[in-house]
C-alpha cells in the first residue's frame, strides 16, 4: 500500500507565478454589459449613440480555467530587447509609418513605429517603462510567442479587468480619474468631443503627436483589478487574439460594428486618449490584423497554466 507522502509526491505542485504575472483563479463569469449599463450611457449624455455599445450585449456566461496575465502592458524596453535580441522589424517599419491623432484627425504619420511615435524627429528617450505602441497584431504575437508566452483571448482580457463579478472599471462603478491614464485624468470631465478637441489641440500645438502614455503601474494599486492587473483602463489600447464576433446573433449594432465580424480582432482597455465611457471594462473596440497599428495601441501577454513536477526534501 502506498503510504500518504508518497501520494504527495506523485502530484504535480502548482507552477510558481512568475514575478511579472497574476494569475487569475478558473471559474464562471458574465462577459459583456447589462442592459442597465446601455441605460445609463444614455442618460450621461456622451458623444456616442446606443447602437455604438450594444456589441457589448447581452451578457453571456463564460467558463475559463485558471491562467496567466501580465501584470503590466508590455514596455518599450522588454520590446527593446525583444528587437535586439531577435532583429525584428515591425510592420510600421516595414510600410513606413502607423497611424497618429493629428491635429484635427487620424492620419498616417511617415517615420511613425514603436521608436519614433510621433514620426521622424521624435524617441522614446525616457520612455523605458512606457507601454510601447505602434504594435500591429502580427508584432504582438511574435513577440508573445519569443517570450513563451501568448495573446490573451477577450474573454480572459475581460475576467482579469472585471474580476469574478461585474463593474464599470477595474476598482468599481464610480468613475475616479486619478486611477488610469484617460483624457480625463489630464483635462478633467471631458462632456463632449468639442472638448475633447480643444484638450488635444493644445497637446497637439505644443507636442506634436507624441502619445501620452505614462510607466506602466503609475496608477497602482488604486487603479488595478482585484486580481492586481494595473492599466487594465487606459493608457494604451490592448490587442486579444480574439476574432470579432457578436455575443447573439440576434444583436443589432452600429453598420461600422457589423463589417468587421469575422474579420478584425477585439481590442480591449480604451487608452490615454479616450473619455471614462470608453475605458470600462467591458467595451470592445477592433482592429484590423493585416499590419494596421497606432500610437495608443499596445498589448499584454498571457500563459497558460502548466503543472510542474513535485520535488521532494530529498530531490525526488
Known sequence: MARIGDLDAARPAPEA?????????????????????????????????????????????????????????????????????????????????????????????????????????????????????????????????????????????????????????????????????????????????????????AIHAVQGPMPQTTPVGAFSPRGDSVDGCADMTGNVYEWTSTLAHLYSPATRCDPTIHLVMGRSRVIRGGSWMNFRYQVRCAERLYGDPTGWSNFALGFRCARDVTAVPHVDDNGR
Do not use: K
Request: with cysteine.
Open 17 to 201: 507565478v512568475p514575478g511579472d504575472m497574476v494569475r487569475i483563479p478558473g471559474g464562471t463569469f458574465l462577459q459583456g454589459s447589462p442592459e442597465r449599463t446601455l441605460d445609463w450611457l444614455d442618460r450621461e449624455g456622451q458623444a456616442f449613440p446606443r447602437d455604438w455599445f450594444t456589441d457589448e450585449t447581452p451578457q453571456i456566461p463564460v467558463t475559463l480555467p485558471d491562467y496567466l496575465i501580465d501584470r503590466h502592458q508590455v514596455t518599450v524596453a522588454q520590446f527593446a530587447a525583444f528587437v535586439s535580441r531577435t532583429g525584428y522589424v515591425t510592420s510600421a517599419e516595414r510600410a513606413g509609418g502607423s497611424m497618429v491623432y493629428g491635429e484635427q484627425y487620424w492620419e498616417i504619420r511617415e517615420g511613425a513605429c514603436w521608436h519614433r511615435p510621433a514620426g521622424y524627429g521624435s524617441g522614446i528617450r525616457g520612455r523605458d517603462d512606457h507601454p510601447v505602441v505602434h504594435i500591429s497584431f502580427a508584432d504582438a504575437e511574435a513577440y508573445a510567442r519569443w517570450a513563451g508566452r501568448r495573446l490573451p483571448t477577450e474573454s480572459e482580457w475581460e475576467r482579469a479587468a472585471t474580476g469574478p463579478s461585474y463593474r464599470l472599471w477595474p476598482w468599481g462603478d464610480t468613475w475616479d480619474s486619478r486611477n488610469a491614464n484617460t483624457a480625463e485624468h489630464t483635462a478633467g470631465a471631458l462632456g463632449d468631443l468639442d472638448a475633447w478637441r480643444t484638450w488635444w489641440g
